[in-house]
């Protein structure tokens, strides 16, 4: 079975510093990888996905990721983060299970907190 | 379109009842997932339903169960509410493969009491 690893539960940042949240997901012969985020009180958002091609995805809000699949890694990075950003950040893996659906596996999530 | 729909937003249960929440995913979706997410444990996966049928479990009690019904709304029940059941239930909804995002409700925030 397919297990995420976010390393850090929570990461302090000053506004317009950059940040990087790490994700590390077991092997696997071929995985799907999203970043979803959680603002408070309400349900998880795509924030951006790799299938396949690219290694490098990004959202549009100034996010990007970049799929590593020797180090079986999806670091989540923004340059410059803004105080909106403040919110919980869960990486997830995907593969495909029985009956052909592609349930994912979410890491225990990582609260990014933007101070001004 | 609209979006997955899940009622109620919030519930307040004593131990010992049972409860049952409601989803309605987005329309042409067939895939509907449950989640349960504590403080504790993350985001822990319960189960999947399309076409009306459980097509994935995760590793819950029986106590937890779910159905689906023809016009892809989902149900889960569970039953004899035990403290450690407070949490935030979240259901995903998707379309048939890995290209179609799951898009989650804002969830019911379930607390036992």
């Known amino acids: 079975a397919q297990s995420v690893t976010q390393l850090d539960s929570q990461v302090p940042v000053f506004e317009e510093a950059p940040v990087e949240l790490r994700c590390n997901y077991s092997?696997?012969?071929?995985?799907?990888l999203f970043w979803y985020v959680q603002y408070p009180n309400q349900g998880l958002q795509l924030l951006l996905k790799?299938?396949?091609?690219?290694?490098l995805v990004k959202s549009i809000n100034g996010f990007e990721a970049e799929f590593n699949k020797s180090q079986t890694s999806f670091h989540l990075r923004k340059p410059s983060v803004h105080i909106s950003d403040t919110a919980e950040y869960f990486c997830a893996v995907s593969d495909q299970k029985s009956g052909g659906s592609y349930i994912p596996t979410f890491g225990r999530g990582t609260s990014l907190i933007v101070h001004p | 379109k609209a979006g997955v729909t899940q009622t109620p937003r919030y519930l307040i249960k004593t131990r010992g009842q049972q409860v049952t929440l409601s989803c309605s995913p987005i329309s042409g979706h067939r895939s509907v997932s449950w989640y349960q997410q504590t403080p504790g444990q993350g985001l822990q996966f319960l189960f999947e339903?399309?076409?009306?049928?459980?097509?994935n479990k995760g590793n819950f009690p029986g106590r937890f169960s779910g159905r689906q019904f023809s016009n892809s709304r989902s149900e889960m029940n569970v039953s004899t509410l035990e403290l450690g059941d407070s949490a935030l239930y979240l259901c995903?909804?998707?379309?048939?493969?890995?290209?179609?995002?799951?898009?989650f409700g804002q969830g019911t925030r379930l607390t036992v009491v």
């Open positions: 092997s696997s012969v071929s995985v799907y």
């Open positions: 995903a909804s998707s379309g048939w493969s890995v290209n179609t995002e799951a898009f």
């Open positions: 339903y399309f076409s009306e049928t459980q097509r």
């Open positions: 790799y299938l396949s091609g690219s290694t």
